[in-house]
Structure formats: C-alpha cells, structure tokens
T-cell receptor, first 115, second 113 residues
Framework: GESVGLHLPTLSVQEGDNSIINCAYS??????FIWYKQESGKGPQFIIDIRSNMDKRQGQRVTVLLNKTVKHLSLQIAATQPGDSAVFFCAENYIYGGSQGNLIFGKGTKLSVKP | NAGVMQNPRHLVRRRGQEARLRCSPM?????VYWYRQLPEEGLKFMVY????????ESGMPKERFSAEFPKEGPSILRIQQVVRGDSAAYFC???????????FGQGTRLTVV
C-alpha cells in the first residue's frame, strides 16, 4: 500500500492567503522528500525538496517543513495566487544499496485559489 | 537543454494490441522511472531503470508489461495485449546520479478502446 498519504484531499484558499498542504509518510528509512505540482494535463513539476538532515527549507514563496519525529511533511505557499491552483503531491525516496531508490507518491491535494 | 521527452502524447489502442511508450531522459541523466496515473489519483511507481539495467521493477504487473533502457536510444515501456484497465497516463521521469530531484515528462495518455 501507499507509504505516503495526505491529510486533506482538497484545499480552497483566498487569493493572497497562505496555504499549507500536509503529508504523512510511514517509511522511517526515507531520507529525501520532494513536493511536486501537477497542473491539469501536464506532468508533475518539481517545487522544492528537503533531505532528512534538515527540518526546514525555503524557496521562492514556498517553505517545506519536515518533522521526522511524527513523520510529517508540509508545504507552505505564501501569498497564494490563482496560478498556484493545481494538485500537489509529496514524494519520498529511500536509499538502498547506496543508489537512489524510487519515488513513492502520495495521493495528492487539490489546491483551489479563489480570486 | 531539453527536458524529459515522451512520445506519443496520446495513444489509442484496441484491446489486444501492443502499446509502446517512449521516454528520452534529460541530457546527462542515466536514471529513468516510469509511473502510472489514473484520473484523480496519485502516481504509482512501476519501474526504475539505469542504462541497460532494471534496478527495481516491483511496481510492474507480472504479465504483459516490460521496460527497457538500452545503451543507445530512449527508454521503452511496452504493454502487450492491452486491456481497457491499462487506460491511464504514463509518466516518465529522469534524474542524475545520487539523490537528486527527478524531472518528469508530459506523459503519454493511453486509451484502450
């Protein structure tokens, strides 16, 4: 079964507000996490990543927080814009044999931004 | 530097036919992943390949599905004797060596009629 899941399947926010998208993972061996954004009819687009030796990483308008104690990952989007409307997926990766493993994806959260 | 290229973008096959999906990774990338996505669902891992090697095929159905990544040319996902349940979007991703982000192609949408 899925080792990565999302708490909320849909999220509706007002333009300009901050958005928080949550994700739970179950594989304690995972040491690399990525957030992807997928717009309708397109492939997933990389947003931001974080390694397990960090608990926070910031990008442009986005921040990823990692809480390894409770196996929780979140994506914060500041000043959400209509163009942010998409489905957001978290993904986890684990290392085996010294090589990169496969990305395991959660089910996704659909973010809807109201103007 | 072109991104991950998948073709065709759309593929229609009749039940029992074969489907071939192609993926050219980003330049310099030697790791390729295939994922399947049903409408309104997440991406399901299928197979992870490096040049001429299958590293992890734990997500591949035991029958009718195969994948390869030859020394030269694109990675190919082959589905033999397609059935309606194979209808989905198939995405390919590539990455460089080490723990790096994977970049996705635009996908191939397979419809079995």
């Amino acid at each position: 079964g899925e080792s990565v899941g999302l708490h909320l399947p849909t999220l509706s926010v007002q333009e300009g507000d901050n958005s928080i998208i949550n994700c739970a993972y179950s594989n304690s061996a995972s040491d690399y996490f990525i957030w992807y954004k997928q717009e309708s009819g397109k492939g997933p687009q990389f947003i931001i990543d974080i390694r397990s030796n960090m608990d926070k990483r910031q990008g442009q308008r986005v921040t990823v927080l990692l809480n390894k104690t409770v196996k929780h990952l979140s994506l914060q989007i500041a000043a959400t814009q209509p163009g942010d409307s998409a489905v957001f997926f978290c993904a986890e990766n684990y290392i085996y044999g010294g090589s990169q493993g496969n990305l395991i994806f959660g089910k996704g959260t659909k973010l809807s931004v109201k103007p | 530097n072109a991104g991950v290229m998948q073709n065709p973008r759309h593929l229609v096959r009749r039940r029992g036919q074969e489907a071939r999906l192609r993926c050219s990774p980003m330049k310099g990338h030697s790791h390729v992943y295939w994922y399947r996505q049903l409408p309104e669902e997440g991406l399901k891992f299928m197979v992870y390949l490096q040049k001429e090697n299958i590293i992890d095929e734990s997500g591949m159905p035991k029958e009718r599905f195969s994948a390869e990544f030859p020394k030269e040319g694109p990675s190919i996902l082959r589905i033999q004797q397609v059935v309606r349940g194979d209808s989905a979007a198939y995405f390919c991703a590539s990455s460089g060596t080490g723990v790096t982000e994977a970049f996705f192609g635009q996908g191939t949408r397979l419809t079995v009629v």
